[in-house]
């Protein structure tokens, strides 16, 4: 299910508005539209931030179509999100849920009938949770409660379970499944010719890793693989575009959670110290240790 840690309690509770000023581009190149930020990271490889959870939205241009990695929470979110597209360009879109929790995922019905790409367990646990999900979000975010009865849940309809190669007219990218960590559905998509790789929420930027679904014990590999794919730009599925630099430091975090969860649970000692050892802030510690000493006990869906 969704991550209460930032999603019970994001930095920004502001819905966007399309009030402001027409967007306009920068010096830098930075198109400022309203709350809305979009970054070309690359030739036909753009970034959009939005206040909502802080959220990070990719956008690769090929040839004769385009994808659109996640749809946002709400359908006027996700209708946002397509007029943003839309100013970028016109061709058709496919979608990648990069895993199936709801800012992810919940603005999909806006996007069809197009291809929506995705995790199996993506799909699946979409169909199996997503009520559930939309129940928990609209009691702990009573202002968006009445849109989100709004949402018609949908899942990816184009499912793998490792990889898949995608081709948009002239570009390829790869979609890659490369272990448990965020969540068991997490995927990543490389855009080789640009040396950019979307990371979803395997990468948070601007706060700490979301662990509410993790998988504390193999989230340090996964993201050791996602850094041998060789991209020099990561693109989290929260906050600022980061470097190589940052993804070494917050997979060493990772790995000192799991060092630390994994001495504590030996010396059968309480989650709770295993906590206070974790380089996060206690909350998101706590929620870490909970989740490792999951995995570490053998209960099932715990990896
Ligand atoms: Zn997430």
């Not at 309203?34 to 909502?52: I, K, P, S």
Request: glycine share 10%; with cysteine; net charge negative.
């Amino acid at each position: 299910m969704f991550d209460s840690e930032r999603h019970c309690m994001p930095r920004s509770w502001a819905l966007s508005s399309r009030t402001g000023p027409a967007p306009h581009l920068s010096d830098a190149g930075t198109l400022v539209a309203m709350d809305a930020r979009v970054v070309e990271l690359g030739n036909g490889v753009f970034a959009f931030r939005y206040a909502f959870f802080d959220q990070t939205i990719g956008l690769v241009v090929g040839d004769d179509g385009c994808l659109v990695l996640d749809t946002r929470t709400l359908p006027s979110q996700a209708r946002e999100l397509q007029e943003d597209v839309r100013r970028i360009t016109p061709l058709p879109w496919v979608v990648l849920n990069t895993h199936h929790h709801f800012d992810h995922t919940f603005g999909n019905a806006n996007f069809l009938p197009a291809r929506i790409l995705g995790h199996t367990r993506c799909a699946t646990t979409l169909l199996e949770l997503g009520e559930d999900m939309r129940e928990r979000v609209a009691a702990n975010m009573p202002d968006i409660a009445g849109e989100l009865r709004d949402v018609r849940i949908v899942p990816p309809g184009e499912t793998f379970g490792e990889s898949v190669v995608l081709e948009l007219g002239g570009r390829r990218m790869d979609l890659r499944h490369l272990g448990l960590g965020h969540t068991d559905n997490d995927v990543v998509a490389v855009v080789p010719d640009a040396g950019i790789v979307f990371a979803g929420d395997l990468v948070e930027q601007g706060a700490p890793p979301s662990f509410g679904d993790s998988f504390p014990l193999d989230w340090p590999d996964t993201d050791r693989r996602l850094l041998e794919l060789g991209a020099g730009t990561i693109v989290p599925g929260h906050g600022e575009v980061v470097d190589r630099g940052f993804v070494e430091r917050q997979r060493d975090q990772l790995e000192a959670a799991a060092v630390a969860a994994r001495g504590a649970f030996a010396d059968g000692l309480h989650a709770e110290v295993a906590a206070r050892r974790m380089p996060f802030p206690p909350t998101s510690s706590r929620v870490c240790a909970e989740r490792a000493y999951a995995q570490l006990a053998g209960v099932p869906g715990a990896g």
